[in-house]
């Protein structure tokens, strides 16, 4: 138990307060905030401290150095397509990350300051608003290196631009600016760089001026539907995308990452 006023210390994340402001920043800059074994299992911690942080009413999830998220670590997923069984207990993990965020009632608000990418995107997107950079894009290419986007892209997606267009990235495994983003309804607000912290700052500052509780309570409302979609696919998400860490596409991918190249798919599998 964190006494009030302190602040919990991560590998991965940081932590700051700025009055009843909550900074989360994720930070591995020099790795673009890849997600590896220590951010999966820190993730779902930081998330749960916010939530019964005394001193806090909003909470803020950014990126430190040039990118917000870039996905999963090279390192360690070739780890897991060599040992799919690590992969196995690492999903749990990716589940555990998805229902911090939904059971946090207070308002999270995703300031992302460069791409955001596979479970990068996935968490910036299950966050209640998304102001980004127009110099950043997002997108889920799971399918780029022979996965299922498994661990909430599938629910997420969908739950904020309809079922034809969240086909239609998440199949493709295509990115987004930005903008188009913002035009399609996945973001909230993308703007200049430069403006991006008066930007958050404004509407952080909106919130904790307003009615906590009608804020909080408005939030888990909202979520609901949320929460029975997530719980609806997450499983199975997680499933597949275990069956397709086993397979000959991914151990491909990951092979042609290291190497540089474009890998070469085999045929269907299964």
């Known amino acids: 138990m ?32 890849a997600v590896n074994l220590a951010l999966h299992e820190e993730l779902p911690e930081v ?38 069984e690590l992969f196995d207990q690492e999903a749990r993990a990716a589940k555990r990350i998805v229902f911090a965020m939904l059971d946090l009632d207070k308002p999270l608000i ?33 399918v780029n290196i022979g996965l299922v986007a498994g661990d909430g892209g599938a629910a997420i997606w969908a739950y904020r631009i309809g ?13 987004l600016t930005a903008k188009r983003g913002e035009e399609i309804g996945l973001i909230n607000h993308a703007v200049p760089l430069e403006e991006l912290d008066a930007a958050v700052d404004a509407f952080c500052d909106k919130l904790l001026n307003g009615s906590a509780n009608a804020i909080r309570y408005t939030k888990i409302l909202t979520n609901l539907e949320l929460k029975r979609i ?41």
Not at 8 to 16: C, G, K, Q, S, V
Not at 163 to 175: C, H, N, Q, T, V
Not at 231 to 259: C, F, N, P, W
């Open 2 to 33: 964190t006494a009030s006023g302190s602040l919990p210390r991560y590998e991965t994340i940081e932590l700051a307060r700025k009055g009843r402001l909550l900074t989360i920043t994720l930070n591995r800059p020099d790795s673009l905030n």
């Open 230 to 270: 997530a719980t609806a696919v997450m499983d199975a998400g997680i499933a597949y995308e275990s069956l397709t860490v086993r397979g000959a596409d991914h151990r491909e991918a990951i092979q042609a990452l290291k190497e540089k190249r474009k890998p070469v798919f085999g045929k269907r599998e299964g």
């Open 110 to 142: 995703c300031r992302m300051n460069g791409h955001a990418v596979g479970l990068g995107a996935t968490i910036a997107l299950m966050c209640d608003i998304v102001f980004a950079a127009e110099t950043a894009k997002i997108g889920d290419p799971h």
């Open 47 to 84: 998330f749960k401290f916010a939530a019964t942080d005394p001193d806090s009413d909003v909470v803020v999830l950014t990126g430190a150095g040039r990118a917000f998220s870039a996905g999963g670590d090279l390192d360690h997923m070739w780890r897991n397509a060599t040992n799919p």
């Open 163 to 175: 079922l034809g267009r969240a086909k239609e990235f998440l199949l493709s495994g295509d990115l």
